[in-house]
Structures are given as structure tokens and as C-alpha cells.
């Protein structure tokens, strides 16, 4: 019942509305599992500032592994005010695991981004290095550097720079409990200060589910003058 739920809301994002908006993108990790697949329904509510509207933005992904090191990720994503949704942008990302053989607690992998933007959005290309470090104790966390350049119409100049930071701490029931780090630079064109830039961070918790389905919230507090305030997400998903 839920999967047939989210396929449909899925088909009215492609079809109806005339990524991303808000953080709908997650510390996404290294590790690929031969033969593994799965979907993801993401929202995040960003909370208005005097005159401005409250935003939203709704992403939806499927997940499937190619291989034991290459994996493919579909996504479509919306945003905007309350009753004015639109449709923002689908993406295609293939993630490479680079992880040697003799590495020990330590993960790697690029993840190679192309994005298709609507409504006024630039299109985008952009690779993204992760990597994953096993502390002990139930603690791992995870650092990413990522690079996009925008292309066709309303493409701005510059080579636009991400980084995204998190540490966790996995429970005895398999719940997880941390912090996310976001830091969003501009483009090398307009670096600017860094109230100019984009910077958040908050606390999170997962908890998986019976068959596969698992939960995801947390909230981000904005760091720079440019980010919102508060952001609320919330992630539902289901692994096969």
C-alpha cells in the first residue's frame, strides 16, 4: 500500500507540477551493495522570514546497484511556496565505491551528479568525493567535497563548491543519532563572505522499520546570514 502511495505521488511530481529547494541532499555515504535497490521519499519545510513564504520541497529517488562497486540513483524534486509547487529538477548519479581491497574501517567513493533543471533552473554536472571512517564504539562519520558547474540557459559562471560533514552514533536497536554539517560556498566567481554563503547544521535520527522501510528526521539551524533559520526534513524509504 505504501509503495503504491509513493509511486503515484511519484508520477504526479513528473506529470502534474507545471532538486534542489531546501536540503532534500543528505551526507550520503561510500558503500555499494551488489544486488541491492530501494526508494526514497524526501521533505523539507523551511520556515518563512518577514514577508517571505514558507518553502517546501518534495524529492523522490530510486536507488539500484549495477555491480558490487557502481550504483544508480533516478531522482525528481519540486519546491516552493505553500500552493505554488513546481517542478524543479530530475538528476541521474552514479556512484563509484574506490575503496581498496587492504583498507581497513575506511570507506571511499566518487559520485558522478547530472542534473536537468525546469522552470527557470540551470542545468548541472558535478562529481562529489565521499568518505566514510569507522570510529569504534558504534561511532563512523563521514566527509564530503563536492564540484558542479551549471550549463545551458540561466547557467551561472563559476566552478560551485559543497561540503557536507556528519558524525553518528548507531544505537543497540539500530537506531542512529548525530549531526549533519551542510556548507554551500557560492561559485569561484562570487565567493563572497561567509554570511554571503550557505551553512547549516542540526541533529538527526534513523530508525529502521520491519521489511526493509526505515525513517529519517532532523532539523538544520542556519550558521550564515543566507540560510534559513530552521529547516524540518523528513525522509520515509524502503531497501530490497
Sequence with gaps: MCLRFLFAAFLMLAAVIPASAQTTGGVFGPDVK????????????????GSAPDRYAHRLHWDQS??????????ASATGPSGDL???????QLLLELTPDTAHDWTSA?????SAGFNGRANSAGIGWT??????????????????VEFGDHARDGLFL?????????????QGIGVELFDSY?????????????HR???????????????FAGTLFGLSDRAADEEIRFWAGRSF
Design 201 to 215: 547544521a542540526g541533529p538527526y535520527l534513523t530508525l529502521p522499520l520491519h521489511d526493509g522501510w526505515s525513517l
Design 66 to 75: 549495477l555491480d558490487g562497486r557502481r550504483s544508480l540513483r533516478l531522482i
Design 162 to 174: 559543497q561540503s557536507r560533514f556528519r558524525i553518528n552514533k548507531r544505537l543497540e536497536g539500530g
Design 131 to 148: 568518505n566514510e571512517f569507522d570510529l569504534g564504539g558504534g561511532w563512523t562519520t563521514r566527509a564530503i567535497a563536492m564540484t558542479a
Design 86 to 92: 513546481e517542478f524543479a529538477t530530475t538528476e541521474a
Design 34 to 49: 551488489a544486488g541491492a535497490s530501494g526508494f526514497q521519499y524526501r521533505f523539507a519545510w523551511a520556515a518563512g522570514d
Design 110 to 114: 566518487l559520485r558522478f551528479d547530472l
Design 186 to 198: 557560492s561559485s569561484t566567481d562570487a565567493l563572497g563572505r561567509f554570511d554571503d554563503q550557505n
